[in-house]
Nanobody, 117 residues
Framework: QVQLVESGGGLVQAGGSLRLSCTASTRIFGIYTMAWYRQAPGEQRDLVAS???????NYADSVSGRFTISRDNARKTVYLDMNSLKPEDTAVYYC???????????WGQGTQVTVSS
């Protein structure tokens, strides 16, 4: 079992920035692909960004150029740096972890991000 704990959510004005953090319990953090998803009420949960063990990244088109995902394997932590925030970024943000080709995706409890106009 892998526990994931998110932090850093909150209320921010449009155009502002936030850093989300997710710390994992696993001893083999370095081999997990890590990701951030988000979900607004009544909406599907969508992938925001992911980062592979190699350090390679990918982003949803809606956040490309504004958000940056990174990882610190020594701290077993993945970050999401969010800049130029928009009201449409408002959602619960979830951290996820998965080993390639494993059917199991681990989820954190989520952290609320609210962007006011």
């Amino acid at each position: 079992q892998v526990q994931l704990v998110e932090s850093g959510g909150g209320l921010v004005q449009a155009g502002g920035s936030l850093r989300l953090s997710c710390t994992a319990s696993t001893r083999i953090f370095g081999i997990y692909t890590m990701a951030w998803y988000r979900q607004a009420p009544g909406e599907q949960r969508d992938l925001v960004a992911s980062i592979y063990p190699s350090g390679g990244t990918n982003y949803a088109d809606s956040v490309s150029g504004r958000f940056t995902i990174s990882r610190d394997n020594a701290r077993k932590t993945v970050y999401l740096d969010m800049n130029s925030l928009k009201p449409e970024d408002t959602a619960v943000y979830y951290c996820a972890a998965k080993i390639s080709k494993s059917p199991t995706n681990y989820w954190g409890q989520g952290t609320q991000v609210t962007v006011s106009s």
